[in-house]
Nanobody
């Protein structure tokens, strides 16, 4: 079983930055991939970014050039650095571990507002 703990969300002004963290209960090297999804009120949960155990990354077009997914294998933690934030980035963000099944974090609120 994979347990995920998310942190780092909050309220920021447009143009600001946040770094989300997702700490896994075990070595992320044993997990095929870890990724971030978003879900706004009344919307479907949608893909944001992913990183494989080999370090390959993938991003939704809407966040390319602004968001960066990375990992620290020693800390069993995946990060999402979110720069140049826009009001449309306001969502609950969920960490997901792909390891035989999908394992989800609790979700963390990101609010971008003046």
């Amino acid at each position: 079983q994979v347990q995920l703990v998310e942190s780092g969300g909050g309220l920021v002004q447009p143009g600001g930055s946040l770094r989300l963290s997702c700490a896994a209960s075990g070595s992320i090297l044993s997990i095929n991939a870890m990724d971030w999804y978003r879900q706004a009120p009344g919307k479907q949960r949608e893909f944001v970014a992913a990183i494989t155990s080999g370090g390959t990354t993938n991003y939704a077009d809407a966040v390319k050039g602004r968001f960066t997914i990375s990992r620290d294998n020693a800390k069993n933690t995946v990060y999402l650095q979110m720069n140049s934030l826009k009001p449309e980035n306001t969502d609950v963000y969920y960490c997901n571990a792909v390891h035989y099944s999908n394992y989800w974090g609790q979700g963390i609120q990101v609010t971008v507002s003046s």
